[in-house]
């Protein structure tokens, strides 16, 4: 019973992990992540149906779940390197970017007139 308690809790909590992810101080690391899933994954398998003989089994069910949380959050932390792609900090742009930010807002706030003869 407490090894469904866990996993619904784990569950429950990689749901909502797009919402508290990014909060969280872990380096984002896609590859290691992704280790911790299969390899959870492959636990929870292998020993899923294994009679209670089987030595550190349902121990070892009962690990898997934390490591596939953990894996989740290493998948889905914004915190690290994410290749460029989403950052806010002004370390983060490019250094063409506020040029184009500059010549863009000009280019909004200048009047248009309508077409005519369309």
């Known amino acids: 019973m407490p090894t469904v308690a866990v ?3 784990v569950v429950a909590a990689i749901s ?3 919402l508290y ?3 969280i101080r ?3 690391s896609f590859g290691v992540g992704a280790c911790l899933v299969v390899l959870a994954a492959a ?3 292998g020993f899923a149906d294994a009679p209670a003989s089987v030595p550190l089994g349902p121990e070892l069910v009962l690990a898997a779940f934390p490591m596939l949380l953990l894996g989740a959050l ?3 932390s914004g915190n ?3 290749g460029g792609h989403g950052g806010t900090g002004s370390g983060d742009e490019p250094p063409w970017w506020p040029e184009f930010e500059r010549e863009f807002r000009r280019y909004s706030r200048r009047r248009r007139h309508p077409v005519a003869g369309r």
């Open 7 to 9: 996993g619904l809790a």
């Open 16 to 18: 909502v992990s797009p």
């Open 21 to 23: 992810a990014r909060r």
């Open 26 to 28: 872990v380096r984002r």
């Open 43 to 45: 636990v929870v398998c």
């Open 74 to 76: 290493l998948i889905l």
């Open 80 to 82: 690290g390197d994410d």
